[in-house]
Protein backbone atom coordinates (compact mmCIF):
# COMPACT_ATOMS: atom_id res chain seq x y z
CA UNK A 1 0.00 0.00 0.00
CA UNK A 2 1.47 3.50 -0.10
CA UNK A 3 2.50 3.36 3.05
CA UNK A 4 5.70 1.11 2.18
CA UNK A 5 8.77 2.63 0.24
CA UNK A 6 8.88 1.41 -3.49
CA UNK A 7 12.32 -0.55 -4.28
CA UNK A 8 12.86 1.73 -7.24
CA UNK A 9 13.58 -0.59 -9.62
CA UNK A 10 10.39 -0.58 -11.56
CA UNK A 11 10.94 1.61 -14.71
CA UNK A 12 8.39 4.54 -14.79
CA UNK A 13 8.50 7.98 -16.79
CA UNK A 14 8.34 10.50 -14.23
CA UNK A 15 5.74 12.18 -16.20
CA UNK A 16 3.57 9.40 -16.54
CA UNK A 17 0.17 9.14 -13.60
CA UNK A 18 1.24 6.32 -10.84
CA UNK A 19 -1.24 4.54 -9.91
CA UNK A 20 -1.29 1.91 -7.01
CA UNK A 21 -3.75 -1.28 -7.05
CA UNK A 22 -4.28 -3.79 -4.22
CA UNK A 23 -5.77 -4.34 -0.40
CA UNK A 24 -4.82 -3.98 2.87
CA UNK A 25 -5.12 -7.57 5.24
CA UNK A 26 -5.36 -7.55 8.65
CA UNK A 27 -4.34 -10.49 10.55
CA UNK A 28 -7.09 -10.13 13.19
CA UNK A 29 -9.90 -7.39 14.80
CA UNK A 30 -7.97 -5.41 16.62
CA UNK A 31 -5.83 -4.27 13.53
CA UNK A 32 -9.12 -3.95 11.54
CA UNK A 33 -10.04 -1.48 14.35
CA UNK A 34 -6.99 0.53 14.17
CA UNK A 35 -6.98 1.22 10.50
CA UNK A 36 -11.21 1.84 11.07
CA UNK A 37 -9.78 4.36 13.50
CA UNK A 38 -6.70 6.02 11.86
CA UNK A 39 -8.01 5.91 7.86
CA UNK A 40 -10.38 9.12 8.08
CA UNK A 41 -7.56 11.01 8.70
CA UNK A 42 -4.75 8.93 6.31
CA UNK A 43 -7.77 9.53 3.91
CA UNK A 44 -8.21 13.16 4.34
CA UNK A 45 -4.61 14.21 4.49
CA UNK A 46 -3.66 12.44 1.92
CA UNK A 47 -6.68 13.77 -0.77
CA UNK A 48 -5.52 17.15 0.40
CA UNK A 49 -1.86 16.43 -1.20
CA UNK A 50 -1.35 18.35 -4.20
CA UNK A 51 -0.31 15.54 -6.61
CA UNK A 52 -2.86 13.10 -5.70
CA UNK A 53 -5.75 12.51 -8.01
CA UNK A 54 -7.45 9.40 -6.66
CA UNK A 55 -7.42 7.62 -3.15
CA UNK A 56 -9.75 5.06 -2.14
CA UNK A 57 -9.65 2.62 0.68
CA UNK A 58 -12.66 0.70 0.87
CA UNK A 59 -13.85 -1.86 2.97
CA UNK A 60 -14.75 -5.36 1.57
CA UNK A 61 -17.14 -8.01 2.57
CA UNK A 62 -14.54 -9.68 5.09
CA UNK A 63 -14.11 -7.32 7.98
CA UNK A 64 -10.00 -7.92 7.91
CA UNK A 65 -9.45 -6.55 4.19
CA UNK A 66 -9.50 -3.61 2.64
CA UNK A 67 -9.15 -2.29 -1.06
CA UNK A 68 -6.80 0.56 -1.91
CA UNK A 69 -6.72 2.95 -5.46
CA UNK A 70 -3.97 5.34 -5.40
CA UNK A 71 -3.44 7.64 -8.10
CA UNK A 72 -1.00 10.61 -7.92
CA UNK A 73 -0.09 12.76 -11.10
CA UNK A 74 3.66 11.80 -11.21
CA UNK A 75 6.30 9.82 -9.66
CA UNK A 76 7.28 12.78 -7.97
CA UNK A 77 3.95 13.09 -6.36
CA UNK A 78 3.96 9.43 -5.62
CA UNK A 79 7.32 9.71 -3.97
CA UNK A 80 6.42 13.26 -1.95
CA UNK A 81 3.38 11.07 -0.45
CA UNK A 82 5.33 8.07 0.21
CA UNK A 83 7.80 10.76 2.46
CA UNK A 84 4.96 12.09 3.97
CA UNK A 85 3.24 8.97 4.97
CA UNK A 86 6.75 7.65 6.63
CA UNK A 87 6.35 10.26 9.61
CA UNK A 88 2.22 9.89 9.77
CA UNK A 89 0.43 8.66 12.97
CA UNK A 90 -1.25 5.78 10.31
CA UNK A 91 1.75 4.54 9.82
CA UNK A 92 2.94 4.51 13.12
CA UNK A 93 -0.28 2.73 13.95
CA UNK A 94 -0.39 0.39 11.10
CA UNK A 95 3.16 -0.70 9.95
CA UNK A 96 2.45 -4.53 11.30
CA UNK A 97 -0.57 -4.94 8.81
CA UNK A 98 -0.39 -6.69 6.33
CA UNK A 99 -0.07 -5.04 2.44
CA UNK A 100 -0.56 -6.53 -0.93
CA UNK A 101 -0.20 -4.45 -3.81
CA UNK A 102 0.92 -3.39 -7.49
CA UNK A 103 2.18 -0.07 -8.57
CA UNK A 104 1.60 0.52 -12.69
CA UNK A 105 1.97 4.34 -14.75
CA UNK A 106 -1.18 5.59 -16.62
CA UNK A 107 -0.04 7.16 -19.86
CA UNK A 108 -2.19 10.54 -19.46
CA UNK A 109 -4.38 12.46 -16.71
CA UNK A 110 -7.70 11.60 -19.51
CA UNK A 111 -7.45 8.06 -18.06
CA UNK A 112 -7.53 8.96 -14.80
CA UNK A 113 -10.17 11.75 -15.17
CA UNK A 114 -12.05 9.27 -16.36
CA UNK A 115 -12.42 7.32 -13.14
CA UNK A 116 -12.46 10.44 -10.96
CA UNK A 117 -15.87 11.21 -8.96
CA UNK A 118 -17.60 14.61 -10.57
CA UNK A 119 -18.31 16.94 -7.83
CA UNK A 120 -21.42 17.98 -6.42
CA UNK A 121 -22.61 20.32 -3.64
CA UNK A 122 -24.07 18.67 -0.75
CA UNK A 123 -24.85 19.54 2.98
CA UNK A 124 -21.83 19.76 5.26
CA UNK A 125 -21.83 16.61 7.61
CA UNK A 126 -19.98 16.06 11.52
CA UNK A 127 -18.16 13.75 9.72
CA UNK A 128 -16.18 16.02 7.50
CA UNK A 129 -14.03 17.52 10.00
CA UNK A 130 -10.72 14.86 8.96
CA UNK A 131 -11.27 16.88 5.50
CA UNK A 132 -12.01 20.09 6.80
CA UNK A 133 -8.40 19.41 9.17
CA UNK A 134 -6.54 18.76 6.09
CA UNK A 135 -8.00 21.38 4.10
CA UNK A 136 -6.84 23.76 6.43
CA UNK A 137 -3.42 22.02 6.54
CA UNK A 138 -3.26 22.42 2.74
CA UNK A 139 -2.37 25.91 2.14
CA UNK A 140 -0.81 29.14 4.44
CA UNK A 141 -4.01 31.36 2.90
CA UNK A 142 -6.07 29.04 5.00
CA UNK A 143 -5.29 30.32 7.95
CA UNK A 144 -7.42 33.08 7.68
CA UNK A 145 -10.07 31.45 7.64
CA UNK A 146 -10.80 29.99 10.72
CA UNK A 147 -8.38 28.23 13.32
CA UNK A 148 -8.05 25.26 12.68
CA UNK A 149 -5.25 23.64 13.02
CA UNK A 150 -5.70 20.18 15.44
CA UNK A 151 -8.81 17.91 14.19
CA UNK A 152 -10.59 18.66 17.13
CA UNK A 153 -10.31 22.41 16.65
CA UNK A 154 -11.77 21.30 13.08
CA UNK A 155 -14.58 19.17 14.65
CA UNK A 156 -15.27 22.27 16.81
CA UNK A 157 -15.54 24.40 13.28
CA UNK A 158 -17.76 22.22 11.85
CA UNK A 159 -20.26 21.58 14.87
CA UNK A 160 -20.68 25.52 14.93
CA UNK A 161 -21.61 25.35 11.38
CA UNK A 162 -24.00 22.64 12.34
CA UNK A 163 -25.63 23.94 15.46
CA UNK A 164 -28.98 24.11 15.57
CA UNK A 165 -29.10 28.21 16.26
CA UNK A 166 -26.32 28.49 13.95
CA UNK A 167 -27.12 31.03 10.88
CA UNK A 168 -25.06 29.37 8.97
CA UNK A 169 -25.75 27.33 5.50
CA UNK A 170 -22.96 25.61 4.75
CA UNK A 171 -22.39 23.64 1.49
CA UNK A 172 -20.11 21.09 1.24
CA UNK A 173 -18.02 20.50 -2.31
CA UNK A 174 -17.84 16.65 -2.55
CA UNK A 175 -15.90 14.49 -4.74
CA UNK A 176 -17.13 11.23 -4.07
CA UNK A 177 -18.01 11.19 -0.53
CA UNK A 178 -14.80 13.45 -0.31
CA UNK A 179 -14.81 17.55 0.88
CA UNK A 180 -13.16 19.40 -0.71
CA UNK A 181 -14.49 22.52 -0.35
CA UNK A 182 -16.99 24.84 1.34
CA UNK A 183 -19.22 27.78 0.11
CA UNK A 184 -21.35 28.92 2.73
CA UNK A 185 -24.10 31.37 3.53
CA UNK A 186 -24.53 33.37 7.34
CA UNK A 187 -28.13 34.21 7.04
CA UNK A 188 -29.43 37.85 8.40
CA UNK A 189 -33.04 36.77 8.62
CA UNK A 190 -34.33 40.34 9.74
CA UNK A 191 -32.89 41.60 6.53
CA UNK A 192 -33.46 38.82 4.56
CA UNK A 193 -29.73 38.87 2.92
CA UNK A 194 -26.21 36.63 3.74
CA UNK A 195 -22.64 36.70 3.89
CA UNK A 196 -21.28 34.43 1.35
CA UNK A 197 -17.80 32.95 1.77
CA UNK A 198 -15.72 30.07 0.35
CA UNK A 199 -11.99 28.13 0.75
CA UNK A 200 -10.62 25.16 -1.35
CA UNK A 201 -8.90 22.89 -0.17
CA UNK A 202 -5.02 23.07 -2.30
CA UNK A 203 -5.22 20.68 -4.80
CA UNK A 204 -8.88 21.21 -6.35
CA UNK A 205 -7.78 24.52 -6.73
CA UNK A 206 -7.46 26.20 -10.75
CA UNK A 207 -9.82 24.15 -12.29
CA UNK A 208 -13.13 26.34 -12.16
CA UNK A 209 -14.72 24.25 -8.92
CA UNK A 210 -15.16 27.02 -7.05
CA UNK A 211 -16.95 29.72 -9.54
CA UNK A 212 -19.03 27.06 -10.49
CA UNK A 213 -19.72 25.36 -6.84
CA UNK A 214 -20.39 29.18 -5.48
CA UNK A 215 -22.65 30.19 -8.62
CA UNK A 216 -25.26 27.29 -7.29
CA UNK A 217 -25.07 27.80 -4.12
CA UNK A 218 -25.76 31.65 -4.60
CA UNK A 219 -28.46 30.73 -7.15
CA UNK A 220 -30.45 28.67 -4.43
CA UNK A 221 -29.63 31.61 -1.90
CA UNK A 222 -31.50 33.88 -3.89
CA UNK A 223 -34.28 31.24 -4.98
CA UNK A 224 -35.18 28.77 -3.04
CA UNK A 225 -33.46 29.80 0.37
CA UNK A 226 -35.54 33.44 -0.55
CA UNK A 227 -32.78 36.14 0.35
CA UNK A 228 -32.62 38.95 -1.44
CA UNK A 229 -28.98 40.20 -1.06
CA UNK A 230 -25.41 38.58 -0.81
CA UNK A 231 -22.59 40.13 0.48
CA UNK A 232 -19.16 39.21 0.70
CA UNK A 233 -15.28 41.20 0.96
CA UNK A 234 -11.85 40.18 0.41
CA UNK A 235 -8.42 41.61 0.70
CA UNK A 236 -7.18 43.12 -2.49
CA UNK A 237 -4.39 40.89 -2.08
CA UNK A 238 -7.06 38.18 -2.44
CA UNK A 239 -7.11 38.40 -6.49
CA UNK A 240 -8.63 34.93 -6.56
CA UNK A 241 -11.39 35.60 -4.41
CA UNK A 242 -12.37 37.97 -6.09
CA UNK A 243 -12.03 36.64 -9.18
CA UNK A 244 -14.62 33.70 -8.22
CA UNK A 245 -16.94 36.56 -6.51
CA UNK A 246 -17.39 38.85 -10.50
CA UNK A 247 -17.83 35.39 -11.81
CA UNK A 248 -20.69 34.91 -9.61
CA UNK A 249 -22.49 37.88 -10.67
CA UNK A 250 -20.93 39.86 -7.58
CA UNK A 251 -20.72 43.62 -8.28
CA UNK A 252 -18.44 45.57 -6.72
CA UNK A 253 -19.84 48.17 -4.36
CA UNK A 254 -16.58 49.62 -2.66
CA UNK A 255 -13.33 49.23 -0.91
CA UNK A 256 -12.95 49.34 2.88
CA UNK A 257 -9.54 51.27 3.16
CA UNK A 258 -6.77 50.00 5.85
CA UNK A 259 -9.62 47.37 6.76
CA UNK A 260 -6.88 44.31 8.10
CA UNK A 261 -3.50 44.89 9.91
CA UNK A 262 -1.72 41.82 8.85
CA UNK A 263 1.78 41.31 10.28
CA UNK A 264 2.43 45.53 10.15
CA UNK A 265 0.83 45.97 7.17
CA UNK A 266 -2.96 47.45 6.67
CA UNK A 267 -4.74 46.17 3.87
CA UNK A 268 -7.93 47.49 1.68
CA UNK A 269 -10.97 45.09 1.80
CA UNK A 270 -13.08 44.84 -1.63
CA UNK A 271 -16.67 45.07 -0.90
CA UNK A 272 -19.39 43.15 -3.11
CA UNK A 273 -22.83 42.20 -3.57
CA UNK A 274 -25.88 40.61 -5.43
CA UNK A 275 -29.30 41.31 -5.46
CA UNK A 276 -31.92 39.05 -6.48
CA UNK A 277 -32.68 41.41 -9.27
CA UNK A 278 -29.09 41.58 -10.77
CA UNK A 279 -28.56 39.45 -13.93
CA UNK A 280 -27.89 35.82 -13.33
CA UNK A 281 -24.44 35.00 -14.48
CA UNK A 282 -23.95 32.03 -16.97
CA UNK A 283 -22.25 29.55 -15.52
CA UNK A 284 -22.15 25.44 -15.40
CA UNK A 285 -23.96 24.57 -12.28
CA UNK A 286 -23.42 21.49 -10.25
CA UNK A 287 -25.53 18.99 -8.68
CA UNK A 288 -27.05 20.40 -5.52
CA UNK A 289 -28.05 17.06 -3.59
CA UNK A 290 -30.20 19.14 -0.34
CA UNK A 291 -30.71 15.52 0.48
CA UNK A 292 -27.54 14.06 1.14
C1 LIG B 1 -10.21 31.93 -3.47
C2 LIG B 1 -10.30 30.46 -3.81
C3 LIG B 1 -11.60 29.92 -3.22
C4 LIG B 1 -10.32 30.31 -5.34
O1 LIG B 1 -10.53 28.95 -5.63
P1 LIG B 1 -10.28 28.32 -7.08
O2 LIG B 1 -10.97 26.99 -7.10
O3 LIG B 1 -8.84 28.32 -7.43
O4 LIG B 1 -11.05 29.31 -8.03
P2 LIG B 1 -11.52 28.96 -9.51
O5 LIG B 1 -10.62 27.93 -10.13
O6 LIG B 1 -12.99 28.68 -9.49
O7 LIG B 1 -11.24 30.31 -10.27
C5 LIG B 1 -12.18 31.36 -10.24
C6 LIG B 1 -11.54 32.57 -10.86
O8 LIG B 1 -10.42 32.97 -10.06
C7 LIG B 1 -9.29 33.16 -10.90
N1 LIG B 1 -8.12 32.85 -10.11
C8 LIG B 1 -7.85 31.70 -9.49
N2 LIG B 1 -6.68 31.80 -8.82
C9 LIG B 1 -6.23 33.07 -9.04
C10 LIG B 1 -5.09 33.79 -8.60
N3 LIG B 1 -4.20 33.24 -7.77
N4 LIG B 1 -4.96 35.07 -9.02
C11 LIG B 1 -5.88 35.64 -9.82
N5 LIG B 1 -7.00 35.02 -10.25
C12 LIG B 1 -7.16 33.74 -9.86
C13 LIG B 1 -9.52 32.18 -12.04
O9 LIG B 1 -8.77 32.55 -13.20
C14 LIG B 1 -10.98 32.34 -12.27
O10 LIG B 1 -11.22 33.53 -12.96
P3 LIG B 1 -12.11 33.57 -14.28
O11 LIG B 1 -13.48 33.11 -13.83
O12 LIG B 1 -12.07 35.00 -14.67
O13 LIG B 1 -11.45 32.61 -15.21
C15 LIG B 1 -9.11 29.65 -3.27
O14 LIG B 1 -7.91 30.25 -3.73
C16 LIG B 1 -9.08 29.58 -1.75
O15 LIG B 1 -9.70 28.71 -1.15
N6 LIG B 1 -8.34 30.49 -1.10
C17 LIG B 1 -8.21 30.50 0.36
C18 LIG B 1 -9.51 30.92 1.01
C19 LIG B 1 -9.97 32.29 0.54
O16 LIG B 1 -9.18 33.20 0.32
N7 LIG B 1 -11.30 32.42 0.43
C20 LIG B 1 -11.91 33.66 0.08
C21 LIG B 1 -12.03 34.48 1.31
S1 LIG B 1 -12.55 36.15 0.94
New binding site residues.
Partial sequence: MDDRPTDGTRDQNSADVVELTGRLLCADLTEASTVRQHLPEHIALTRAEPGCFRFEVEPTEDPLVWTVVEQFVDRAAFDAHQARVRTSRWLEATAGIARDYVISTRDSLDEVSAVTPSPMLRRLRASDAPAVHAAFGS?D??A??GDVTTLAEAERYVARLLAEDSPHEPWAIAEGEELI?LIAVTVDEENLSGWF?????HR?????????A?ATVAQWALTERGLERLE????VN???????A??VGFVKEGTERGKFLIDGQRFDVDTYGRLRTDPAPAFDSLPLRAGE
Fill in positions: ADMRQGWYWVTARGRGLTARALGHRNPASGAVRA
